[in-house]
């Protein structure tokens, strides 16, 4: 968590806006521990961005850049741009990457014509704005938001599941170190209970790594709707069924296997670990 937080706040800053839902960027800032957002805020309104909330100061400037007092920029900062603290609004990237995306089509013609002198001129242009690159084709400021709510909640889920997973596994190591775990039926019971939000957890980080990146197929270069693919839908759809069918058929034999197993039980002559479980009960 630590590590993939450091390493949207480098290279996703909107990403990690709209993960804490921070409009206006701070220095020490916070993570929200709970919050209900503003389903009507906008960027560039004046109004509260969320209806409740409860922060843990200083928690995102430490996770995002290793250094409580660091500026985390919000997303405003990175729309309109923020002189101060060297953030390039997206109006100026657009411009920049409408330079690099002509001069990227000039060079294609240039190479077609073999005018190596234009070539080079107009690499150095790209190489000027590549990383501005992918805003040439966005249509306006707005496009370089991801969905704010799905993103920010998705965060929340799955950051307050890791943490209660945490604190549970706590609980349990003390209880199996103190070898008295089994007398502590109802958390044996939360165990088990646990086993499916661990997959929950897992659904929503991949959504706020999925949902947090859009419009970007590839961060700054490559937005989806460009790089979405010309292969008709029925092209699509076949392979769609063919994985379908295929983890399908591998779930129902996994699944009978298990079920094979499960109902063989063990077979404790021979089994070693039966009989160390054994001796060490005895
Ligand atoms: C305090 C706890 C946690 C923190 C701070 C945290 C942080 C993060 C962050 C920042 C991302 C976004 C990465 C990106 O967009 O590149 C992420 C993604 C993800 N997280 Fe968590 N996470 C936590 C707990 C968990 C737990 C408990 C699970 C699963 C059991 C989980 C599974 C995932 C998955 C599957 C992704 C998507 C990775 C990818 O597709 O690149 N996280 N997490």
């Known amino acids: 968590?630590?590590?993939?937080?450091y390493r949207v706040t480098q290279h996703q800053p909107m990403k990690l806006a709209a993960m804490e839902g921070i409009y206006q960027g701070e220095h020490r800032a916070g993570i929200t521990a709970f919050g209900i957002l503003n389903p009507s805020k906008q960027p560039g309104d004046d109004k509260e961005v969320f209806l409740f909330d409860i922060t843990i100061p200083y928690a995102l400037s430490i996770l995002g850049n290793r250094s409580p007092d660091s500026f985390v920029a919000g997303i405003e900062d990175l729309l309109y741009g923020?002189?101060?603290k060297g953030v390039?609004?997206?109006?100026?990237?657009?411009?920049?990457?409408?330079?690099?995306l002509q001069a990227f089509k000039d060079y294609k013609e240039a190479k077609a014509q073999n005018d190596t002198e234009a070539m080079n001129a107009l690499k150095e242009v790209i190489q000027t704005h590549i990383k501005d690159f992918g805003y040439g084709y966005l249509h306006a400021p707005q496009e370089a938001i991801p969905p704010i709510a799905l993103t920010f909640?998705?965060?929340?889920?799955?950051?307050?599941?890791?943490?209660?997973?945490?604190?549970l596994f706590v609980v349990v190591l003390y209880l199996a170190m103190a070898n008295n775990i089994v007398q502590f039926r109802k958390i044996l019971w939360l165990c088990?209970?646990?086993?499916?939000?661990?997959?929950?957890?897992?659904?929503?980080?991949?959504?706020?790594?999925?949902?947090?990146?859009?419009?970007?197929?590839?961060?700054?270069?490559?937005?989806?709707?460009?790089a979405?693919?010309?292969?008709?839908?029925?092209?699509?759809q076949i392979s769609f069924f063919i994985f379908a069918i295929l983890f399908t058929t591998l779930l129902c034999a996994?699944?009978?296997?298990?079920?094979?197993?499960?109902?063989?039980?063990?077979?404790e002559e021979h089994t070693p670990l039966m009989q160390s479980v054994q001796k060490g009960g005895k």
């Open 1 to 5: 968590g630590d590590e993939s937080a």
């Open 82 to 84: 923020n002189e101060e």
């Open 88 to 100: 390039v609004g997206i109006d100026s990237r657009i411009q920049n990457g409408k330079i690099a």
């Open 153 to 167: 909640y998705s965060f929340h889920l799955m950051v307050a599941l890791g943490s209660a997973f945490f604190v």
């Open 192 to 226: 088990v209970i646990a086993i499916p939000f661990g997959y929950i957890a897992a659904e929503a980080g991949w959504i706020v790594a999925e949902v947090g990146r859009q419009p970007w197929a590839i961060q700054d270069l490559l937005p989806v709707g460009i």
């Open 228 to 236: 979405a693919t010309n292969l008709s839908s029925v092209n699509v």
């Open 254 to 267: 996994e699944i009978s296997i298990m079920v094979r197993s499960i109902k063989k039980g063990f077979e």
